[in-house]
Each structure stands twice: as structure tokens, then as C-alpha cells.
């Protein structure tokens, strides 16, 4: 996953976020007593909070850690809700709103030198003292005020070595910006780039920083405000920043050191290394080599002028994708379908005109008709997405958790090509998220306690993603301590939910998990455990007309399981014939075909069919008898499809096998009603429907009703 | 106040609906069928990427069952959010029935389900039955019609 791809989702996210707050706010403006507004304000907070941690926003982040507390507060009534703090919370909201733009704009929220002082007045609403909660940030600040010599007007000259963690790009933080930050604050004077830990151009992975930087500025203001630009990625140990006054070197405005090593020199230094080198290192750091070439030769106006461009670059870029209603794009998608079959129709009825008109018309049905295909193609390209996407950005917020808790803790992704529609896609990260942090913070011991337990130090998450019985299926499944069904059971008899003498199964216990404000963490930890979890978890899950379920076994680890419908869904499917009718099989599911001939096929206490698979027999299921079709009376062979259905291998007996093609599969529930052993519905190129099989369904009606596979196994 | 209704034939009997339950007529296309279903449900069919099923309420009505030829009419309704296709043999026309016009449903023998049945209409020689097609393709009647439940 790009980082530009997870901070474009994090941009659209954090825009819904401080819509439903501003909206909220309004609405409690009036309604100071309406709970489930507070409860919308504190969540859209909590995820504001989480998101802004998860691309590395540090401070937006930790400014909505901190109005997340103070909704606490007015959530458990202990602050009441008057205009006066109305107003202030809008405030606040525009200004993590000024800070998400900015950062939109490629500026780092380090910039904003109002959290402070807003940070201020919140711990005042919480009635906190200042040093109580943020004396991380607050106390090197001070200490290096006082360490300022001086304020000459001429300014001082500093110099900045940078060295960063080599997967910094991948935290979501860019030198570059520092430097652009750096370039806002003072004069650069010189910036020199170290390329010796830079490897072969084949060896090199562009996503890690091989570079080192030694800047020297000249500025006017204090220390402070320089170390300031780099409070962010100095938090981190990994990164090495230091800053020192050399005001002394410096005579009216000449570093004396560059007597004997002038600049040029250093850039001379690094022409010793191969020409070749040098060169696929400026194209791999373009951005880096331009600011090279500007170095001394530019005003900071100038600069100043080009990093506005990049801004408005930048801004333009963002604003050039757009949020469209998915009630639009499935009117679209529909009428688009609708285009394409009609344009077949009038291909078929020009094929049927005299030579002489079709001559005149050459090829220009054809190419219609392909343009029509494309259109196609695009349109319904526009709703689905793999949740491959979703899926990575979780690995990358398993492993910055698992490292701030000092856990060993490995994702394991799979089914990531499952084709999502766009609309399940957008709402099912907010449950993901709270599921993958629960097992990270609940589920997955500290390495110790795991090996005590006879287990690797490494956890493992797995996250799993099929389509099945017409259902998209998400698994997220952790190897952890699983769920203390008896620590629930205490808490809901703390709770009043159940009685002392209660004895609830573990299914029903893990049930209370659900109920809102109900949590078994000890601590409140940044991340999780404060009962937003699953109650949130299972309303959105719901509202996507999906179930989630909860499997745990004590010592051995935890399974979610989330159900959802299939709304859209595209598939590569096999025709077959049965009789008359025409339905489509999942490819996916198909492992291979024959003839079904007499000496492969055997039966089973003169009942049960079973046909031949290479060395062994598998059941066959004759399509037209579990589906109550008549038989087609041809004298062409039968045919068999051997489909898998997870749980064994099946034999589908089919009249004929006519072609695949991919298919959109509509679920005929929405109209309708589930049908058993069918998935969907697939429009065919002549506008009827076919019927999409579902193999587990199949396999479900033919053994809920038979007993055969008893006398295969 | 007068209402518009727009009448349909079964046989001999003219059925009656409310114009504003209609989305749209259409003529008679080819069916999917579906297994596991009763037969009031002949198929499914697709209109404009949005498929939904037909359902023929001669087997509703215990009519005998008639081929469809090219009279044949579906009305697609759109009952509590779900959109569904019935099928009639021809449409008649559109009428304005007053409220004098409507008489309450008659007492008829035990055999004759009425519960579908929200008046009856009479203009002039014609006894028009006004369909209730909430009732008719009801939840409840979704879920009957699951045969292999």
C-alpha cells in the first residue's frame, strides 16, 4: 500500500469525521441533553484519535486524545454541556479541521503552533494541570528555551544533522517536509546529502531512506521554535536529529570552518563515487536533487514561491478525486448494463440487414459495441475494490501498536483479491480496526508470557477475506489468550446483567462483549479498552446488513467472524446448461470437468451416485434432480464439473458446459429472498437472468437431505 | 375524492390496483426460473440491471394457469422497499372510481380467501375487485413461499 493511497483514505475518513462532529455539535447546541449525539461527537473523536495515530499525525492525534477525554467527561455527565463549551468544542473542531487541510497540503501538523494553547484550555475544561498530561512535549521545549544564547538580530547560524529511521516514509513522514519547514523558519544556507549508505541502484528499495542530511540555517528566531519542526520524529529514538549553535564559526555571516572545506568540495567528494551511481541516485531522490541545485542559488522568496506551487499542486491534486454517492453509481452501473445489451440487440439486428447496408456501416457496430464493453468494464471497476487495501493498512497498525506495547506480532493476510463493494469497503474498516486492536491489546500476550505458555514469542493475526454462500466472509483471528469467559461473566453480574447464580454459555457471554459501554480492560490504554469497541463494532457491521460473531477458546485465541451480504459482486463464472436452463458456476470453485460415462460412475446401496476423480470417488449431484429441472432429452453425453465446496469435493451433473465469462452477481434478496444453492443473479449478454450457483449451498441441500457422504468416508 | 385504478383481466375477472403502486408496464420477457420456489413464482427477469421476480396471481387466485403469449402484461410494483413484476393477462384501462363507487368486500364463501381483497368496485355493468397487494406479496408471504423450508 502507498502512503499517498492511506493518507487519501484518511483525508476522505477525517472529512466525514468533522462533518458528523460539526453536525453533532450544532444539533447538541440545541439539544444539550441528547445522548446519542454526545455518543456520535466522543466516537467521531475516537477515530479521529486512532486514524490520525495510524498516518503518523502525532499531534492531531494526541489533541483528539484529549477531547476525546473531555467528551468522556460530558458523557458520564461529570461536565455539562453549555453554549460556552459548545463553542469552544467547534473551535477546536476547526482547528484539527485547519490541521487536516494543511497536512492535505503536504505541511506536517507540527506547524501548528495553536494546539498548544488549545491543548491548554481543554486540560482546563478537564480541570488538569498543565504538567499532569503533557509534559513530554512541553518540557524540552522549556529546557532548550533557556538553553537560547542568543537573539542577535543578525541571527544565529545552526547546524542540523539528520539522520532517520530507514522505514521512515513508511510512518508517513517525509524529510522533505522538515526541510521545507526548516526552509519556512530560517535561511538555508547549506544542505549536504550523504549517498555513501545509498546501495546499487537493482538493490535498492524505494521505500527506505538511505540518506543522511547536514543542514546549516541561519535564523533569527529561537532554538526552540527550530526544535520544534522536529518534535515529532524526535520522539522516536530511531531518529537521530541533533542541533547545534555554531554562531561562533561564523564571522559576518562566513562559516570560518569553510576555509578549509569549502562547499563545493563536499559535492566534489560525492562525484567519487561512480558518475552512474550519482545519477540513479538523483532520479530515485528527484526531489532532494532539486532542492540541491537551489541551494544558495534561490531567495527564500523564490522558495517560498515554489513550495506555494507544490502546495496548490498538491491541493489540486487531492481535489481532483471526488466522493460520489454509491445510490448514483449503482444507477450507472445498472443503466450502463442495460446500454450494452441493447447494443448487442441492435448488432444482431444489423447482421440481419442487406450486404449492402451492412458494407456501408463497415465497422462501426463493432467498435460501438467495444466502447460499450470498456464502459462497461469501468463503470463497475468503479464500485468494486480488493480489500487487499484495507487489509495492509491494518499490518501497518498492527506493527506500530505491537511495537508501543512491546509485543512480537506478525499479520497474516489472505483472500486480500476479494472484491469489495466500495460502499462495504468504506464502513468496514472502522469495525476492522477496533477488532485488530482488541486482539493487539487484549488478545496477543507480551512475548514472556507467551513462551511460559508454550507458545512462539511472535503472535499471529490472521486476517482472511472469501466469498462463500453468497456472503462475503472477514476473519480476523488472533493465536492470543482468547476471551476470559468468566472475567465477562463477573463483569455483567458487576453490571446487573445477569445474575450472581446466572451460568450463561460462552457464546452468550461473549455476547455482553457487545453491549454498549461494556469493557474488561483494566487500564485505559491511547488504544483501546474504554467499552467503544464492540458495541460500535457490531452497529456497523449491522448496518451494512451483516453479522459478526465471536469464537474463543481460553489460552488459545480469539476469531471474529463478519458476515456480509454480497450487494455487488463480480465473479468469473462457467455457463452450464441443466435442461432448458442456463446457470452460472463459480470458476473459482471449479477444479476440473469430464464426461460422466457409465464406468466411472458407481452407485451406493443403489441410492447415493458417486463418480470417479482421478484415484477416488467423490458425490455427484445431479443438477437437474436438486434443482427439480427436467433433464434435457438429447443424445449428448452428460457432463460432470468437480467443484470444491471447502468442505469436500463435489461432481455436478450438467447437461452442457457453454463458455466463461466474469458476471456481476446481484443478490436476488434484495428483491426476493435467499434461495437455497443459489448465490445471485447474473445478467446474461441478452438481458435474462442467470442463476449464479452457490456450491456450499448446494453441498448443504443435497446432505441435509442425504446421507451418502457417510458411506463415502 | 376519486381514485385512480388501473384494471387487469384474469379470465374473465377484472382485477383493479392502484395507479400509484405502479412503477411501470411491461410487456412479457422470458423468466429464469428458480427451483425451490412455489409456482405463484414464475421467474425471475431483469429490467435495467435490477432483477426481481414475477409472481402469477392466477395460482394466488386458483385460476388455471394460461400460456403467456404477447398480451401479456407485468406490472412492476414496489411493496415495502422490494421491487416484484405480476403478471396478467391483459390490462384493461384506467379508472376513476369515487368513493361511492367502492362498496365493501361481499361476503363470500368460506373457500374464497378474501384477506387480498380491499373492496369492490361497480361502474355501470362492471364489477371491478380491488387488489390489497401489500397483503398479497406480504413478508409473510415471501417466507411461505420458501417450498423447501
Known amino acids: 500500500m502507498e502512503q499517498d493511497e492511506l493518507l487519501q483514505i484518511y483525508f476522505s475518513e477525517a472529512e466525514e469525521l468533522l462533518q458528523t462532529m460539526e453536525h453533532s455539535l450544532m444539533t447538541l447546541e440545541s439539544e444539550p441533553q441528547n445522548e446519542s449525539v454526545i455518543n456520535e461527537v466522543f466516537r467521531a473523536m475516537h477515530t479521529m484519535k486512532s486514524s490520525s495515530a495510524m498516518v503518523g499525525f502525532t499531534q492531531l492525534s494526541e489533541h483528539a486524545h484529549l477531547l476525546e477525554n473531555l467528551m468522556e467527561r460530558i458523557r458520564s455527565k461529570q461536565v455539562s454541556i453549555t453554549q460556552n463549551l459548545v463553542s469552544f468544542l467547534l473551535e477546536n473542531h476547526d482547528l484539527i479541521k485547519s490541521a487536516v487541510e494543511n497536512a492535505a497540503q503536504g505541511k506536517p501538523d507540527v506547524g501548528l503552533d495553536a494546539f498548544p494553547a488549545m491543548a491548554e484550555k481543554v486540560r482546563r475544561f478537564l480541570g488538569l494541570a498543565a504538567e499532569q498530561e503533557e509534559g513530554r512535549v512541553t518540557a524540552p521545549i522549556t529546557t532548550s528555551i533557556s538553553s537560547v544564547p542568543k537573539k542577535s538580530s543578525k541571527g544565529s547560524y545552526y547546524e542540523i544533522n539528520m539522520r532517520f529511521r530507514k522505514d521512515i516514509f513508511q510512518i508517513g513522514q517525509d524529510p522533505l517536509m522538515l526541510l521545507y519547514e526548516l526552509g519556512d523558519l530560517a535561511e538555508i544556507i547549506s544542505v549536504e546529502t550523504d549517498l555513501s549508505s545509498l546501495p546499487p541502484f537493482l538493490e535498492m528499495d524505494p521505500y527506505q531512506l538511505y540518506l543522511t542530511w547536514r543542514l546549516l540555517i541561519k535564523t533569527d528566531r529561537p532554538l526552540a521554535t527550530i526544535e520544534k519542526v522536529f518534535v515529532f520524529v524526535q520522539e522516536d529514538e530511531l531518529n537521530q536529529i541533533s542541533i547545534r549553535d555554531v554562531s561562533s564559526h561564523f564571522r559576518d555571516g562566513v562559516d570560518t570552518r569553510m576555509a578549509n572545506k569549502p562547499l563545493g568540495e563536499i559535492l566534489i567528494d560525492q562525484k567519487l563515487v561512480s558518475e552512474q551511481e550519482i545519477q540513479e541516485a538523483l532520479t530515485q531522490q528527484k526531489r532532494v536533487g532539486e532542492a540541491l541545485l537551489e541551494k544558495g542559488k534561490i531567495s527564500p522568496d523564490e522558495l517560498d514561491k515554489i513550495v506555494d506551487l507544490q502546495e496548490k499542486s498538491r491541493t489540486v491534486l487531492r481535489k481532483s478525486t471526488v466522493r460520489v454517492d454509491t445510490d448514483k453509481l449503482d444507477q450507472l452501473a445498472n443503466m450502463v448494463e442495460e446500454m450494452t445489451i441493447q447494443l448487442a440487440r441492435i448488432s444482431a439486428i444489423l447482421g440481419d440487414l442487406p450486404p449492402d447496408v451492412t458494407r456501408k456501416l463497415g465497422s462501426e457496430p463493432d467498435s460501438l459495441n467495444r466502447i460499450g464493453r470498456e464502459v462497461q468494464e469501468q463503470v463497475m471497476r468503479l464500485r468494486m475494490f480488493p480489500i487487499e487495501g484495507t487489509f495492509q493498512r491494518f499490518q501497518r497498525m498492527a506493527r506500530d501498536l505491537a511495537r508501543e506495547q512491546h509485543k512480537q506480532i506478525k499479520v497474516v493476510l489472505g483472500g486480500g483479491d476479494t472484491e469489495l463493494d466500495k460502499d462495504v469497503i468504506e464502513h468496514i474498516n472502522d469495525p476492522l480496526t477496533h477488532i485488530i486492536r482488541n486482539c493487539i491489546d487484549h488478545g496477543i500476550e507480551a512475548p514472556d508470557e507467551r513462551k511460559q505458555s508454550g507458545k512462539s514469542p511472535e503472535g499471529i493475526i490472521n486476517l482472511n477475506a472469501y466469498q462463500q454462500e453468497g456472503k462475503i466472509y472477514i476473519e480476523i483471528s488472533d493465536d492470543g489468550r482468547g476471551i476470559d469467559a468468566e472475567a465477562v461473566r463477573q463483569k455483567a453480574i458487576e453490571r446487573g446483567l445477569i445474575k450472581e447464580s446466572d451460568q450463561p454459555s460462552p457464546e452468550e457471554i461473549y455476547k455482553f462483549l457487545f453491549i454498549p459501554g461494556f469493557s474488561t480492560a483494566k487500564k485505559v490504554s491511547s488504544i483501546s479498552g474504554r467499552g467503544v469497541g464492540m458495541d460500535v463494532v457490531q452497529n456497523n457491521i449491522q448496518q451494512l446488513g451483516g453479522t459478526i460473531a465471536i469464537f474463543s477458546e481460553k489460552g488459545k485465541g480469539t476469531t471474529f467472524v463478519i458476515k456480509l451480504p454480497l450487494t455487488l459482486a463480480v465473479i468469473d463464472g462457467m455457463y452450464v446448461g441443466v435442461g432448458a436452463d442456463i446457470f452460472v458456476i463459480p470458476l473459482l470453485t471449479v477444479l476440473s470437468t469430464a464426461a460422466l460415462k457409465e464406468g466411472n460412475l458407481k452407485t451406493i446401496e443403489g441410492k447415493g451416485e458417486v463418480v470417479r476423480l482421478g484415484d477416488s470417488y467423490v458425490p455427484l449431484i445431479h443438477l437437474d434432480r436438486i434443482l427439480g429441472i427436467e433433464r434435457r432429452q438429447t443424445d449428448t453425453e452428460p457432463l460432470v464439473v468437480f467443484v470444491s465446496s471447502e468442505k469436500r469435493i463435489l461432481g455436478l451433473g450438467v447437461d452442457e458446459i457453454l463458455d466463461h465469462q466474469q458476471v456481476v452477481i446481484k443478490n436476488l434478496e434484495k428483491n426476493f429472498r435467499k434461495i437455497s444453492g443459489i448465490a445471485g443473479g447474473a445478467i446474461m449478454p441478452d438481458g435474462s437472468v442467470a442463476l449464479v450457483l452457490d456450491v456450499y449451498g448446494l453441498d448443504h441441500l443435497f446432505f441435509g437431505r442425504n446421507r451418502v457422504h457417510e458411506l463415502v468416508h | 375524492?376519486?381514485?385512480?385504478?388501473?384494471?387487469?383481466?384474469?379470465?374473465?375477472?377484472?382485477?383493479?390496483?392502484?395507479?400509484?403502486?405502479?412503477?411501470?408496464?411491461?410487456?412479457?420477457?422470458?423468466?429464469?426460473?428458480?427451483?425451490?420456489?412455489?409456482?405463484?413464482?414464475?421467474?425471475?427477469?431483469?429490467?435495467?440491471?435490477?432483477?426481481?421476480?414475477?409472481?402469477?396471481?392466477?395460482?394466488?387466485?386458483?385460476?388455471?394457469?394460461?400460456?403467456?403469449?404477447?398480451?401479456?402484461?407485468?406490472f412492476v410494483v414496489e411493496i415495502a422497499g422490494r421491487v416484484m413484476g405480476i403478471i396478467v393477462d391483459t390490462t384493461s384501462d384506467v379508472i376513476s372510481l369515487s368513493p361511492e363507487e367502492i362498496l365493501p368486500t361481499p361476503r363470500l364463501s368460506p373457500s374464497i380467501r378474501t384477506e387480498y381483497i380491499k373492496a369492490v368496485a361497480q361502474q355501470g355493468d362492471r364489477l371491478i375487485i380491488l387488489l390489497d397487494l401489500e397483503r398479497i406479496l406480504d413478508e409473510k408471504e415471501l417466507e411461505e413461499l420458501d417450498a423447501t423450508a
Do not use: A, C, H, W
Not at chain 2, 405502479?22 to 440491471?49: A, C, H, Q, S, W
Open chain 2, 1 to 74: 375524492m376519486e381514485e385512480q385504478y388501473i384494471t387487469f383481466y384474469l379470465d374473465d375477472e377484472e382485477y383493479g390496483i392502484e395507479i400509484n403502486k405502479i412503477r411501470e408496464i411491461i410487456g412479457y420477457r422470458r423468466f429464469t426460473r428458480v427451483p425451490g420456489v412455489k409456482d405463484i413464482v414464475k421467474g425471475m427477469v431483469n429490467l435495467r440491471g435490477v432483477i426481481f421476480p414475477i409472481f402469477d396471481l392466477r395460482l394466488k387466485f386458483n385460476l388455471p394457469p394460461k400460456e403467456y403469449n404477447k398480451f401479456s402484461v407485468i
